[in-house]
């Protein structure tokens, strides 16, 4: 079993960055296409982020420009660079594969201020 381990999150003004870091207890990491998904209260948790395990990366319409994933096999870690945040942003952020059939983490909480 993978276990994810989300970091990073916290307490940030409209405008503001936070680093997200998730690591995988996988060495077959690498591998893997990984995705970070977040869900906001009472909605549906969504995938903002993907990476390939080439290193190819696709985002959300919502976070396209504002947020950057990358990933660090060498660490079992994927990353994701949060900039010019929005109130909208406020969630728990999860990693996980693509699909999604790992167990999930505790996700780590993002909450941006107005």
């Known amino acids: 079993q993978v276990h994810l381990v989300e970091s990073g999150g916290g307490l940030v003004q409209a405008g503001g960055s936070l680093r997200l870091s998730c690591a995988a207890s996988?060495?077959?990491?690498?591998?893997?296409?990984m995705g970070w998904y977040r869900q906001a209260p009472g909605k549906q948790r969504e995938l903002v982020a993907r990476i390939t395990s080439g290193g190819s990366t696709n985002y959300a319409d919502s976070v396209r420009g504002r947020f950057t994933i990358s990933r660090d096999n060498a660490k079992n870690t994927v990353y994701l660079q949060m900039n010019s945040l929005k109130p909208e942003d406020t969630a728990v952020y999860y990693c996980?594969?693509?699909?999604?059939?790992?167990?999930w983490g505790q996700g780590t909480q993002v909450t941006v201020s107005s």
């Open positions: 996980n594969r693509l699909p999604a059939t790992w167990v």
């Open positions: 996988t060495r077959f990491f690498s591998n893997n296409d």
